[in-house]
């Protein structure tokens, strides 16, 4: 037990470190271009379709506040929350009048139902102890009949056949035998829907949907053949015209996340 939870911190520290180091390369501009990638405007539209207007929506492991400033300018309440202090720092020079706090989605500093609307994006897929304190701690927040609106990674078909590669990345061996840099790797769990969802349900949501979403993003995570090369992050015309026929004829195999909307 003591390992294992010796383990886990270090697990834990890795993972919060890298995030830091990840959103510290990342400007103002390029943060900001994401909303021209089609790929991101079709997300946007998913989520706009779900989330109440009317209210506070609490987004839970902000990052640098990109998201918020775009409900934000679409006439949001906005409020949001991540577990790095110079992350928050970072996104307050970003997105003026944000209303941001460093704190950790596990031990959220609201009262209980205080909160209309949960937002988290990529986020309970990151701990190694699971996502079962996260989920109790937005169902805490979240008032009666509130809504929480949540995607994790999918590990699709592009996912699976770049494992390896990935592993032989990440090895610490062979970076040595190489003299590559060491590099510090975030914790990241893939959920089976099914089991997801049980998990949600276990925590007293009901599961109103779940949508296999971003499948242009798949691919671009999978070669730099499908990227726009000018841009920071986005897509070129292949991979949306190859994404949209993978959502239509693959939706499950090759979605990028998984979306679900929850009612408290």
């Known amino acids: 037990m003591v390992v294992q939870r010796e383990l886990y911190k270090k ?8 995030w830091e180091l990840n959103w510290s390369r990342v400007d103002q501009k390029s943060i900001t271009e994401i909303f021209d990638y089609p790929r991101v405007r079709k997300l946007a539209a998913d989520y706009l379709r779900y989330l109440p207007r009317e209210g506070i929506a609490l987004e839970a492991g902000c990052g640098l506040g990109q998201w ?8 949001y309440n906005m409020v949001g929350v991540d577990y790095n202090e110079a992350t928050i720092f970072q996104a307050k020079s970003y997105g003026a009048g944000l209303s941001l706090a460093t704190a950790d989605v596990r031990a959220l500093p609201f009262k209980n139902e205080s909160v209309d609307t949960y ?7 990151h701990f190694i102890e699971g996502p079962e304190v996260a989920l109790s701690e937005a169902y805490r927040v979240l008032k009666k009949g509130g809504t929480a609106l949540i995607t994790v990674p999918h590990r699709n078909i ?7 590669v990935e592993w032989l990345k990440r090895s610490s061996l062979l970076r040595r035998i190489f003299s590559k840099e060491k590099r510090i790797y975030y914790y990241q769990k893939y959920f089976e829907p099914k089991r997801l969802m049980a998990k949600f349900r276990d925590a007293g949501y009901e599961v109103m949907l779940h949508k296999p979403v971003d499948h242009t993003f798949s691919l671009v995570e999978f070669s730099g053949i499908f ?3 000018k841009t920071y992050d986005g897509e070129n015309a292949f991979a949306v015209k190859l994404g949209g026929v993978l959502e239509k004829f693959f939706p499950h195999m090759c979605a990028g996340s998984n979306l679900f909307v929850l009612k408290k």
């Open 158 to 164: 592009f996912t699976v056949i770049k494992s390896p």
């Open 68 to 75: 918020m400033e775009y409900f934000r300018s679409n006439g």
């Open 119 to 125: 937002i988290s994006f990529g986020v309970i897929e």
């Open 227 to 229: 990227r726009d090369k």
């Open 11 to 18: 697990i834990e520290s890795n993972t919060k470190k890298s």
